[in-house]
């Protein structure tokens, strides 16, 4: 049972460059999110998922998209990346329980745009 | 106004020391609660839900009080492996689970 896992752990780019950050998990549950962390910040949240096939904006979406085709996997795609976006990003996956919210993290992207 | 507010610290306290944390939060209807902690450069960790009527794990003791929006973490006998940072997080219990983060506090606990 290996939780929430986030590929790749690191990476850079230069601006204008695109990409794509996987996340996968395997405990079946029903919400996904995708949160970045800039240094000394908590976290904020990108977009999120309740469901497969489903996907919503959060709180700092702009420059972003997202897909969740498959239940277990909630991608994340920089389209032409900009120095702002420079950041840890996590993912998240939360039980779709009534009153239980815990998420739980994968271990995070070290993103780099130079 | 920040809908989570913490106290960011830092806190630098001996082994041993008992420790708190308090936590704000603006919305009113809010549900459900929580502290998580994240270790440097790592991802957070579910510490512990905080109920209404309070609730203990081992050392640690987390307390909400929903009339002056505010919850609060205690840490008795400090360990060195405590040094983390202490996230509150605030949840609506509506709108797909959508969390809020406070920014943190950040505690180091020296020998």
């Known amino acids: 049972n290996a939780g929430v896992t986030q590929t790749p752990k690191f990476r850079v780019l230069k601006t204008g460059q695109s990409m794509t950050l996987l996340c996968a998990q395997d405990m079946n549950h029903e919400y996904m999110y995708w949160y970045r962390q800039d240094p000394g910040m908590g976290l904020r949240l990108i977009h999120y998922?309740?469901?497969?096939?489903?996907?919503a904006k959060g709180e700092v979406p702009d420059g972003y998209n997202v897909s969740r085709l498959k239940k277990q996997n909630f991608l994340l795609g920089l389209e032409s990346a900009a120095p702002s976006q420079t950041s840890v990003y996590f993912c998240?996956?939360?039980?779709?329980?009534?009153?239980?919210?815990?998420?739980?993290f994968g271990p995070g992207t070290r993103l780099t745009v130079t | 106004r920040k809908e989570v507010e913490q106290d960011p610290g830092p806190f630098n306290v001996p082994e041993g020391a008992t420790v708190a944390f308090n936590c704000t939060y603006s919305?009113?209807?809010?549900?459900?609660f929580f502290w998580y902690r994240q270790d440097c450069r790592k991802e957070p960790k579910l510490l512990m839900s905080?109920?209404?009527s309070g609730n203990e794990d081992g050392r640690f003791t987390a307390q909400l009080n929903r009339a002056s929006q505010y919850i609060s973490l205690l840490i008795r006998d400090s360990k060195l492996s405590d040094s983390a940072t202490y996230l509150c997080?605030?949840?609506?219990?509506?709108?797909?689970?959508?969390?809020?983060f406070g920014d943190g506090t950040t505690l180091t606990v020296k020998p």
């Open positions: 997080v605030v949840n609506m219990g509506t709108n797909a689970g959508k969390s809020t």
């Open positions: 998922s309740v469901g497969e096939g489903t996907t």
């Open positions: 905080v109920y209404s």
């Open positions: 998240a996956s939360s039980p779709a329980l009534a009153g239980s919210y815990e998420q739980y």
């Open positions: 919305n009113s209807a809010s549900q459900s």
